[in-house]
């Protein structure tokens, strides 16, 4: 029996980051997390949500003010909140597939689709990769389509610094760095930021209940995501339903206890990210020439998992059982297509989303994940039957 299990995505939390949160606790750091957030990204306004699908929401509602267009491009395969959040801003979400050699956004095929209804195109960088930034900014600016680069999970310095017209940030647990929950969008276009601020006055007021929660997730997390306890904490049955993501649309305000965290850690993402790619690249030097798997290159990828898709159908399956059995857990990360989720939009095919959809497997890239880890990885990828 496996003593640990290496969680699929972690934020180490040392106690020092802990002990820092509080010293940098003080009711001026909502502000300072907000400069340093435009600083690092490089942009000139920072708007902080409870949630980064909220702040998508709110976005989409703020762009559509006195415009006919009402239709919003985004990928066919991505986290179910980019659907809910175009459904919930009320307007109407066209799916486009995705590529093989990124897992984002197809830029051939949103050119395909964008038309004078087009008023935004959501880019997803899935599991750290960003998508064709520049060259999806450069079509649409000449449209009048907005660009909203959703870094959810690819917080991080890239190597190309091109700017979408909007970066979506989430805070969540599962993400580059965390302050528990939480999301931001930045832009430097300095009025739709403005109205888009007006939209913070809907949460609901922080709560003395609501903060002891948050300081108690902050001392549970670095023990939940520590392989020993994680190993036995995984054991406790639990489903995300879909009913959840529904309601988690409403949230509190962002505390000052999730600034102070957010803070600490953006300070550390650098390195928390640097771990991550010098783990993925040592399973991506072993896995580039096989060609049993598709993977995402290790170009502007900050590899919040390591996705690799097989080609072989429904390997992955065998694969992920095989690896937690060594204690590693991988999983398919769960993303359906989105058109089977909207009825409205079934009718077209997205052939590349349905076949990354149900082969994909992700792998742990955190700081968590050993060199006798990445060992067990190779053996289970390469070389057992
Ligand atoms: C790509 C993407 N966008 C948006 C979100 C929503 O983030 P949040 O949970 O902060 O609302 C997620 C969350 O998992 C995501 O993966």
């Known amino acids: 029996m496996n003593l640990r299990t290496v969680p699929s995505v972690a934020v180490k939390i040392d106690l020092i980051d802990i002990i820092n949160t509080f010293k940098a606790y003080n009711k001026n750091i909502y502000y300072v997390f907000k400069e340093n957030l435009k600083s690092y990204f490089n942009y000139d306004k920072c708007i902080i949500f409870p949630k980064a699908r909220l702040g998508l929401t709110n976005l989409l509602k703020v762009l559509s003010i006195n415009s006919l267009r009402d239709e919003v491009v985004i990928p066919a395969y991505t986290c179910p909140t980019v659907l809910y959040s175009v459904v919930y801003s009320g307007l109407k979400p066209i799916f486009v597939d995705i590529d093989l050699d990124d897992f984002n956004i197809s830029f051939e095929k949103t050119i395909e689709i964008v038309n004078s209804n087009t008023l ?15 060259i999806l900014k450069n079509y649409l600016k000449q449209r009048g389509i907005f660009l909203i680069e959703d870094a959810a999970q690819s917080a991080g310095k890239m190597n190309n610094n091109e700017n979408a017209d909007f970066l979506l940030l989430s805070f969540g647990r599962a993400k580059n760095f965390s302050a528990i929950e939480g999301g931001a969008v930045l832009s430097s276009n300095r009025k739709i930021m403005s109205l888009l601020n007006n939209n913070l006055n809907n949460y609901s007021k922080i709560t003395i209940n609501r903060k002891l929660l948050l300081i108690l997730k902050l001392f549970i997390y670095p023990f939940a995501v520590n392989p020993y306890i994680y190993n036995i904490i995984k054991r406790i049955p639990h489903k995300e339903n879909i009913i959840d993501i529904i309601n988690s649309c409403s949230g509190f305000n962002f505390s000052l206890i999730q600034s102070a965290l957010g803070n600490v850690l953006l300070s550390k993402l ?14 991506y030097d072993f896995l580039k020439n096989n060609k049993n798997y598709y993977l995402q290159s290790p170009i502007n990828n900050v590899y919040l998992r390591f996705a690799l898709v097989c080609k072989q159908i429904n390997k992955n399956g065998f694969l992920i059982e095989k690896l937690n059995k060594f204690g590693i857990n991988a999983t398919t990360a769960n993303f359906p297509v989105l058109s089977n989720l909207y009825i409205k939009n079934n009718i077209r095919k997205f052939p590349n989303s349905i076949f990354v959809s149900s082969n ?23 070389i057992s039957k």
């Open 120 to 134: 935004a195109v959501v880019a997803v960088n899935m599991f750290g990769k960003r998508a064709k930034i520049e």
């Open 270 to 283: 650098d390195e928390l990210n640097k771990i991550r790619i010098r783990n993925a690249i040592k399973i």
């Open 360 to 382: 994909i497997l992700t792998l742990p890239t955190h700081s968590y994940l050993k060199n006798e880890d990445i060992k067990k990885i190779k053996y289970v990828l390469c």
